[in-house]
């Protein structure tokens, strides 16, 4: 008799996740919309940004279900009112407007569709492009990545609420980048309490004396939304600032609404919010990186696919997307720092 031949135990193949789905994105966001744009007072509800970004990150159909269940237990939900007529004069800048704003967003575009209502809305936005911390301006954005008409209204909505106007003044020659941020780093510190809102910050920024006089005269040229990303980046990456994190964030949501913008050029309501922003944020400008990055995106990717904090998720899919328009390695280091790896 022959002896038996050892069997040789091995390795279980482990299937792959199957990645998440637009169709999945949408019924999350459909779902999502019973809940409260903001929560605890004035903090805004990040939930269908992340989930847009999770998806085109990668993420697990069950990662991406995961996290959004995780997410939700702190949100509040959408308060039931009949909405009222809004109007672009009287109403911006009025949180208590933003279910009217929904439902006239929403109107518009079954009326006219998506892109018309951008190309509407966008004009008077981008002078308040800040509004609660950029994100109005960055929840749209999203929006127009996901493809989803109702988180489009959502996101506008949001924009059109808490729109945030800055004072501006073209008294004076345009500044080059270097020039311009030198001049904002000398105008005096405006009082307001420690701890306080980033658009809070800004606001107080706005009404400080000599604000307006400086923050309008970035000189803009055709990279200029890119050269203000790459100083965000870059000042990211040296000092892990959070508010500067929402500028980097707030660029790439520029950068997706261009199509729509209302000239070829930047917007003049952007770059006096990013001085703003640059402001409120007490951080050193950085024109220059700290050191090149080392890690490779894939790993950066797949690190933020599975963490929890929803700023290190928009991020990365911000500084990836940026990455791949304008190459360059401030990107990457940006993450880096969100995710020591």
């Known amino acids: 008799m022959f002896p038996q031949p050892r069997r040789i135990a091995m390795p279980m193949k482990t299937a792959t996740p199957a990645p998440a789905t637009l169709a999945q994105l949408h019924h999350l966001l459909d779902a999502g919309a ?15 940004m992340a989930q847009q970004a999770l998806l085109e990150l990668g993420a697990s159909v069950e990662r991406l279900q995961a996290w959004s269940e995780a997410y939700e237990t702190q949100l509040e939900p959408r308060v039931s009112a009949r909405p009222a007529s809004v109007g672009f004069e009287r109403d911006l800048g009025r949180p208590d407007s933003e279910v009217a704003w929904h439902a006239h967003f929403a109107a518009r575009i079954e009326a006219v569709g998506s892109a018309v209502t951008l190309r509407e809305a966008l004009p008077v936005l981008l002078d308040g492009a800040g509004a609660i911390a950029f994100h109005g301006l960055i929840r749209t954005g999203h ?8 988180e489009l209204a959502a996101g506008l909505a949001h924009w059109a609420a808490h729109h945030l106007p800055l004072p501006t003044t073209h008294d004076g020659p345009p500044l080059a980048l270097a020039d311009w941020l030198q001049a904002l780093r000398q105008l005096p510190r405006p009082d307001y309490p420690a701890g ?12 400080s ?15 200029t939304l890119r050269d203000l990303a790459l100083l ?3 000042t990211y990456a040296a000092t892990g600032n959070f508010t500067v994190l929402h500028l980097l964030t707030a660029c790439h949501a520029m950068s997706v609404l261009e199509p729509w913008w209302p000239t070829h050029d930047l917007a003049r309501g952007f770059s006096v919010a990013a001085a ?10 950085a ?45 990457r280091r940006a993450v880096e720092r969100a995710i020591p790896l």
């Open 232 to 234: 965000a980046a870059r």
């Open 34 to 48: 019973a809940l409260s744009p903001t929560y605890r007072g004035r903090l805004s509800n990040h939930l269908p």
């Open 196 to 207: 306080s809102f980033i658009a809070d910050r800004m606001r107080a920024w706005g009404t």
């Open 209 to 223: 004396p000599d604000f307006a006089a400086v923050a309008g005269r970035l000189l803009h040229r055709p990279d």
């Open 276 to 285: 703003a922003g640059l402001l409120a944020s007490g951080a050193a400008p």
């Open 287 to 331: 024109l220059t990186l700290d050191h090149s990055p080392s890690c490779p995106w894939p790993a950066l990717i797949a690190a933020a696919c599975e963490h929890d904090d929803v700023h290190v998720i928009k991020l990365t899919h911000a500084a990836w997307r940026l990455d791949r328009r304008w190459p360059d390695p401030a990107w």
């Open 143 to 150: 929006a127009v990545l996901a493809g989803h008409e109702g």
